[in-house]
């Protein structure tokens, strides 16, 4: 059901907070994705930087939806 002009019901509010929840997510998964690559982690950084990869792309895909 359509919320009135200048109201929100309980279906916009959980819309929003959904979006605001995947949008949030994408910024995460962002900054981590950078992050991951300047930390030196010796003979295990390619290692450490292909899983976290793998899990950030499977991350996005959840995320997405698609």
Request: with cysteine; glycine share 10%; hydrophobic share 40%.
């Amino acid at each position: 059901m359509a919320s009135k002009k200048y109201t929100c019901n309980k279906e916009d509010l959980t819309k929003i907070g959904v979006g605001a929840l995947v949008a949030l997510g994408g910024a995460l998964l962002t900054y981590c994705g950078e992050v991951i690559t300047e930390i030196d982690l010796g003979q295990y950084t390619e290692i450490v930087v292909a899983i976290s990869a793998i899990v950030i792309n499977t991350c996005r895909k959840y995320l997405a939806g698609k």
